[in-house]
């Protein structure tokens, strides 16, 4: 045994009933070496397969093995958002439900945890083979742009996957905003943190549900929450514009009194309007993705909508009116 603290396990479930029993089984034998006192909080994101039929018989047999089920699928960050909020561990996992986060990794974060870091994440020092060198390309990308536009420095490579001590959890938690990106809150929130390199395995089963598409709702999600760049970048496109706009007309000046008889353009006057109008586009588009998000806090909705949750402890009887950001349907609630 590494500790006799308590270690919270929190993987989700969306689409995943075909690795639901290995993730556990790999799971529990890694957490029940590294202490007695751990549980699993596995939240089933409204899987429209038969995770919860799985999950609610593994359930039935294990007491450590919490099951969370949404009333709709809200997304994997409020899922693990949902788990965060439930846990009682001294230190906190999160990890998909793919086994692409490889359970016997987490002995390591512990090991580093035990060290005296608040916060260790694993770092993808190489992807699984199926995506691609494009793909691969393109996520490191993505953290290279977000640090380079970010006020918040994310580490490159590192995704949700690692284990946040008990009150780097607690902070995240009472941070009020709905449309959350954890692994920014993660940087955002400070601590000592370090990472773990892992090269990152194929899925064990089923395919991603990701797509170029939810990539690109990823790269506006973290950008806009976490960087004022793109208004900024609004004040120099107008800057330029009138610049161009000052050039034109002294070019048309000159022309007028230089050149009397040469032609007036009406393509160039097109392509001005064009242009200018294109430039009032980008900036309008740039300031209503900041009203949107005004707009989603002010609503105040919860994150997430508990339908059920099975192995019900009394941390969440007593607790659960104090979490505004979760909503309770109690008439749905099941305790086994």
């Known amino acids: 045994m590494l500790t006799n603290k308590k270690i919270t396990a929190i993987p989700i479930a969306y689409r995943d009933e075909g690795n639901i029993e290995?993730?556990?089984?790999?799971?529990t034998?890694?957490?029940?070496?590294?202490?007695?006192?751990?549980?699993?909080?596995?939240?089933?994101?409204?899987?429209?397969?038969?995770?919860?039929?799985i999950l609610e018989r593994l359930a039935k047999k294990d007491k450590h093995l919490k099951v969370v089920l949404h009333s709709r699928n809200f997304g994997a960050q409020n899922a693990f958002t949902t788990g965060m909020r439930l846990s009682s561990g001294d230190a906190?996992?999160?990890?998909?439900?793919?086994?692409?986060?490889?359970?016997?990794?987490?002995?390591?974060?512990?090991?580093?945890?035990?060290?005296?870091?608040?916060?260790?994440y694993g770092v993808r020092r190489k992807r699984e083979k199926s995506m691609g060198k494009l793909w691969e390309l393109a996520y490191?990308?993505?953290?290279?742009?977000?640090?380079?536009?970010?006020?918040?420095?994310?580490?490159?490579?590192?995704?949700?996957?690692?284990?946040?001590?008990?009150?780097?959890?607690?902070?995240?938690?009472?941070?009020?905003e709905?449309?959350?990106?954890?692994?920014?809150?993660?940087?955002?929130?400070?601590?000592k943190q370090t990472g773990v390199e892992y090269v990152r395995p194929e899925r064990f089963s089923g395919k991603s549900t990701n797509n170029f598409w939810k990539n690109l709702?990823?790269?506006?999600?973290?950008?806009?929450?976490?960087?004022?760049?793109p208004l900024e970048w609004v004040f120099y496109i107008a800057l330029i514009s009138v610049s161009i706009s000052l050039l034109a007309v002294m070019f048309y000046l000159i022309s007028?009194?230089?050149?009397?008889?040469?032609?007036?353009?009406?393509?160039?006057?097109?392509?001005?309007?064009?242009?200018?109008?294109?430039?009032?586009?980008?900036?309008?588009?740039?300031?209503c993705e900041y009203i949107r998000r005004l707009f989603e806090e002010i609503k105040n909705r919860p994150v997430s909508i508990v339908q059920k949750v099975i192995?019900?402890?009394q941390k969440v009887k007593d607790d659960k009116n104090k979490m505004p950001n979760l909503w309770f349907k109690k008439e749905l609630r099941n305790t086994l």
Do not use: C
């Open 311 to 313: 192995n019900d402890d």
């Open 29 to 53: 034998k890694v957490l029940s070496k590294i202490t007695r006192n751990y549980e699993i909080i596995y939240v089933n994101d409204s899987s429209p397969d038969k995770s919860q039929e």
């Open 92 to 120: 906190v996992v999160l990890m998909d439900g793919d086994l692409q986060d490889p359970p016997e990794l987490i002995e390591k974060f512990v090991e580093k945890w035990l060290q005296g870091f608040d916060v260790v």
């Open 140 to 176: 490191h990308g993505f953290y290279v742009l977000f640090n380079k536009l970010s006020y918040v420095k994310m580490p490159l490579d590192a995704g949700d996957f690692s284990l946040m001590d008990r009150k780097v959890v607690d902070q995240i938690n009472e941070l009020p």
């Open 178 to 191: 709905k449309d959350r990106f954890i692994r920014g809150l993660r940087a955002w929130v400070g601590f």
């Open 256 to 287: 007028y009194f230089l050149i009397p008889d040469a032609p007036k353009g009406f393509l160039t006057i097109l392509i001005a309007v064009l242009f200018l109008g294109s430039v009032q586009l980008v900036t309008l588009s740039i300031i």
């Open 217 to 229: 709702v990823w790269v506006r999600k973290a950008i806009f929450s976490f960087s004022f760049a």
């Open 22 to 27: 290995e993730l556990y089984k790999r799971l």
